[in-house]
């Protein structure tokens, strides 16, 4: 890019795609050392109970291996801030999986073996991994996940339900879904002295390191963290996970740099995954299609190793007008793997239940479903009471129905067929909160005249060095070509993590205030630089992270065309087109790759992605990628991403909102309005597979043969 006039919002290519592709970028398993050793976990093998006793003799015997660590000689840790991260420190085993030893050797295969040849004997105990609306134990915490209150409400929502002209009062079940990003979870540790580097497959390095040093007890200054290529986290890397304290435990008890790289077939258990959520809505509406009562309770799990509450009722708080409107939560402490994010936590499990149930409403006014939802457009935020920034959620359903066709819809459900294929649309809405948190960055001008930027970013595959860059570009006024970047350092300084679609807005507000304050030294600057450069610092602190009269969030539709096999059951995705409002697009090629794929995120969500809890064993028993089922390429028949521009003062100085999510949010509901459009049976459980929808079809077909669908 020779100029500046299109740098900002231009498709530049990400500056790392060439490493990627040629396979010079390195992850944090691939980062070599002399004598560096590999560490293979022990997974606890009952659900609950306590280790009784640890046999290492076998696994020790075995060419190779270099130490066998459990809960009896590991190291004392000090207290993590994540209790997750507290492992090897005493004999209890919270959930089936828990790490309960760790064997090092010279080769990963070694201490493959060595970790199969550890026999572990245990005090079992009864166990309780199944979630149900009514579980006795169920309770209404203080708050969900983001400080969020667990319950709200105005007005009399049950009266005015009850008086509603129109009403819906429906179930939408959710099932556990795991991350699995493609890079599973890996670090490499090394001691020098009392100084740790550790190279972690993190979202963000800041977090790591304040982890480490409060666990090993070191002044922040003398770990570094660093993370320059991630493969992918989705949320699961949000967080330090045990990985990254296994690996610097054993580099400290052997001496030797230590790569821990968690199988795939373990990550259901350690890294956390998003908790299955049980949703009732009961909305009423009066003869116009206008909500007169709109209630949204979720039931969701937690583990009893620390409390993690899914907040799916919030999205309620934000959509729709209402007179009446009551959200809440809670959540049954059981003996499963603590729930942690996954993208669009809340947002996601909870608008896929909404825009459901407001499809449901559309249909019992005979309404279309696109008007229904511009009829019960807010004037402010409905839950706080406060003006939105920007909303142009009504623009986005309006040019999504142009693009894709939507005028001349016939409504009635199955009204479209193809031989044995049953064809149908549907549409829901998205939103996601426009999240920010205070980021230091150092701007450099070099006498080279290039310039250097200097941002404790992470780009986990979205571009996020890229788009700094184009950021610095901007503000400095010069070409692209100009601007070197650094990112991934905990040593760099304060950052928040890649998550929350929070990332970019963060970073780059201190990236641009850096640059800002450059530019006005280097007015003021005569003569040639001198050797070192001319450096301006910038932290956001108190201004990225002060509180907003405004109500910030970005807004989205979804529009979906589906087949539906009447002889095997198959959905198939033949359109899927997202129009999103979400403020200023920074980079126009790396945005459309994150609105697509939330997109098929969210059409694995509701076509083939979900996990089962086995009762009797308490275990996952979708561990892997053969038996957890992600979209392929061949999915999707056409996708397409577009949006609607944005100009939002109240932002930040980039006026971005953030994108890694939303893409996610609503996409599922949306091809399953799709499939009661074209079945005429609505189907309240996630996943839409074959034998679930088959089995409605036949029940439909058969009505005294019902069996539930």
């Known amino acids: ?230 493969g992918g986290g989705f949320g699961s890397k949000g967080t330090p996970r045990p990985d990254v304290v296994l690996a610097a435990m054993a580099a400290r008890v052997t001496g030797r740099p230590v790569t821990v790289a968690l199988p795939r077939r373990l990550l259901a258990a350690v890294v956390g995954h998003r908790a299955p959520t049980l949703h009732r809505l009961r909305l009423g509406a009066d003869s116009e299609g206008r909500f007169t009562s709109v209630v949204h309770e979720v039931t969701t799990y937690t583990s009893r190793v620390k409390e993690f509450v899914e907040q799916a009722a919030v999205p309620a708080r934000v959509m729709y007008a209402s007179p009446a409107l009551r959200t809440l939560h809670r959540v049954a402490r059981l003996d499963v793997p603590t729930p942690s994010w996954m993208r669009a936590p809340g947002e996601c499990p909870g608008m896929y239940a909404l825009e459901s149930a407001v499809d449901e409403l559309a249909t019992e006014i005979g309404l279309d479903p696109v008007e229904l939802r511009i009829r019960n457009e807010p004037e402010t935020e409905p839950d706080s009471g406060k003006p939105f920034s920007s909303r142009n959620l009504v623009e986005c359903l309006r040019e999504g129905a142009r693009r894709f066709g939507w005028e001349g819809r016939d409504p009635r459900p ?145 529009f979906a065309e589906v087949t539906v096999d009447t002889v095997t059951g198959e959905v198939r995705v033949t359109r899927l087109l997202g129009v999103f409002a979400a403020g200023r697009i920074l980079n126009a090629r790396t945005a459309r790759s994150q609105f697509i794929g939330g997109m098929t995120m969210g059409l694995g969500m509701a076509l083939t992605e979900h996990s089962t809890m086995d009762p009797a064993f308490g275990d996952f028993t979708a561990s892997d990628l053969a038996s957890y089922h992600v979209p392929a390429h061949a999915d999707v028949a056409a996708l397409e991403a577009h949006w609607v521009d944005e100009d939002d003062t109240r932002l930040n100085p980039m006026g971005s909102k953030g994108i890694g999510e939303i893409g996610i949010v609503g996409s599922a509901a949306a091809v399953g309005n799709a499939v009661h459009h074209a079945t005429g049976i609505r189907f309240r459980e996630l996943p839409l597979t074959p034998d679930r929808v088959l089995t409605g079809l036949l029940a439909h077909e058969h009505p005294a043969g019902m069996l539930g669908a």
């Open 1 to 230: 890019m020779s100029g500046t006039d299109t740098v900002l919002g231009a498709p530049v290519e990400r500056r790392e795609g060439r490493e990627k592709v040629t396979g010079t970028a390195r992850y944090a398993a691939e980062h070599d050392a002399p004598g560096r050793a590999q560490a293979w976990p022990v997974p606890a093998a009952v659900a609950r109970g306590r280790v009784t006793g640890v046999d290492a003799a076998a696994a020790l015997a075995l060419p190779g291996v270099l130490a066998v660590l459990t809960h009896e000689n590991a190291p004392r840790l000090g207290q993590p801030e994540d209790p997750v991260l507290a492992v090897l420190q005493d004999a209890r085993v919270p959930h089936r999986g828990w790490f309960v030893g760790l064997v090092v050797a010279e080769t990963l295969e070694a201490a493959r073996a060595g970790a199969a040849a550890v026999r572990i004997t245990y005090e079992v105990e009864d166990h309780d991994v199944t979630l149900t609306a009514s579980h006795p134990e169920a309770y209404v915490p203080e708050s969900a996940n983001g400080g969020f209150p667990a319950v709200t409400g105005h007005g009399d929502p049950d009266g005015a339900f009850a008086s509603s002209g129109t009403r819906v009062d429906v179930e939408y079940r959710v099932p556990p879904l795991h991350n699995h990003p493609m890079e599973p979870h890996s670090s490499t540790a090394r001691w020098d002295d009392d100084r740790l580097t550790v190279h972690s497959s993190s979202q963000g390095t800041s977090a790591v390191r304040a982890e480490l040093a409060r666990m090993f007890e070191l002044p922040e200054d003398r770990i570094t963290v660093l993370a320059e290529h991630v």
């Open 414 to 558: 199955g009204s479209r067929a193809d031989g044995p294929l049953l064809i149908g649309t549907g549409v829901a809405a998205a939103t996601y909160p426009v999240l920010v948190s205070p980021c230091a960055a150092r701007a450099l001008a070099l006498p080279d005249g290039g310039f250097r930027v200097r941002v404790n970013a992470t780009d986990i595959g979205t571009g996020a060095r890229t788009v700094c860059a184009q950021i610095a570009a901007d503000a400095l006024g010069v070409p692209l070509d100009r601007v070197r970047i650094d990112i991934a350092d905990s040593d760099i300084g304060l950052a928040p993590m890649a998550g929350g679609s929070s990332g970019t807005a963060s970073w780059g507000w201190a990236v641009h205030e850096a640059c800002v304050r450059l530019t006005g030294r280097l007015a003021g600057h005569t003569g040639p630089l001198p050797d070192e450069g001319v450096a301006a610092d910038a932290d956001t602190s108190g201004t990225a992270d002060a509180d907003s009269p405004f109500a910030r969030h970005a807004f989205g539709a979804h």
